[in-house]
């Protein structure tokens, strides 16, 4: 079989490295058009049934793994006995680097369409990642300015702090996040739930600047920093239009990520797991990418309609009382909901109670809004898949 992988994001370079271990007779390419492979990313996630089953592909690519993790909120803050991990692009591009070029084959080429490769390969995985142009239609965004700074001194921060909601509440849900890296080195995210992709990074810069000076004390200099526009969809997304079923498209191109935090590190493990049963089976690929997609639809439903109640139930300014009342529930329940795992009950244990907000003409005025935008409307949007290419 010869297989052609567009991107060596955390969806290509992960299929990639899959393959090759599970199906080492297959040829793969990969084809980048950045001269680094993985991109520049932090990506973190909370470790699973499949981290552990893929533990011999997953566990040397992390670089920290936290046993705890914080959330601050107005009214309390609460420690999760639940673990948390972190894997850097640049553990990725090692392990790609390490199979090629016998194993694996890397293309430094720019692939423009993806069609041109069929005559070649059997089948293209089209990780290509966010066409970001296109995501602007949607209600919900989550965006962040990340920074890392190294302190002067040790900065006393032991465990990530994923949530701290006690800073001002800007444009939306807004919260800091804090990943020590070392003692001295933190990565900081400014983060915003906002109904506007608009993002002014020298403001967010400065804000980041003050919270680092009053929490964790003198910054000695800048490390590097990323940006993140993540898409909040509130109906089935899908990034591509390709007609063809030998192309497959995979990670945030293939709709595959978590709708509520645009996080997709796990998706992509849970496509790669699936397709690893799936190659100790015979069934066509084709039915198989079909069916994947599908089954992926119907678990991600519940979690649309959670989006529509924040992003056009909930006045934004109201927006992180849905959180603050989301970190109360049991541990347990937080973490099938991260790894979307939910059971039936969970789901109506997320739903039950009083709303942390009231009926409100926010709700009527933003449905009536969307109702009116034509072709992009709430209407088209939950009626219809939304293909976005
Ligand atoms: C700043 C930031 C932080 C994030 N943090 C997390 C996190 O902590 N945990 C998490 O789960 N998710 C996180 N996400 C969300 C998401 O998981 C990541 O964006 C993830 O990298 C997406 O994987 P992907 O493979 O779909 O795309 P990408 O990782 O973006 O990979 C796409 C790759 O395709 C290449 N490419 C694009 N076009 C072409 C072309 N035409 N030809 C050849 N190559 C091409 C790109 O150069 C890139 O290497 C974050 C996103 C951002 C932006």
Known sequence: MRIAIIGSGASGGLLALMINHYRPSWFVTIFEKESVLGGNHTWCFHPNDLTKRYSKIIDPLISVTWPRYQVKFPKFVRILNTSYCLIQSQSLEAALRRQAPHQLKIEPHEIQNPLGLLDQFDFVFDGRGLNQERIFELPGFQMFLGIELKFQRPHGCEYPIIMDSQVEQIDGYRFMYALPMDST???????????????????????????????????????????????????????????????????????????????????????????????????????????????QSVQTDYYYFLNKMMFLGAEPHKRFQIFERFYKLPEGLISRFYNMELGFSDKLRLLSGKPPFGPSTYLVRNTLKWLRRGKNSLKDVNETQHYIS
């Open 185 to 295: 080195r933190l990565l900081l995210e400014d983060t915003y739930y906002s109904n506007t992709p608009d993002l002014d990074q020298k403001v967010l810069r400065d804000r980041i600047m003050n919270y680092a000076q009053n929490h964790f004390g003198a910054v000695d200099q800048v490390v590097r920093s990323e940006v993140g526009i993540l898409p909040i969809p509130v109906s089935s997304l899908k990034f591509d239009d390709l007609d063809n079923k030998r192309i497959i498209p995979i990670g945030l191109r293939g709709g595959y990520f978590h709708p509520t935090t645009g996080y997709s590190f796990l998706q992509s493990l849970r496509f790669c797991s699936q397709f690893v049963d799936f190659v100790q089976s015979h069934e066509d690929l084709e039915l198989w990418s079909q069916r994947y997609a599908y089954t």
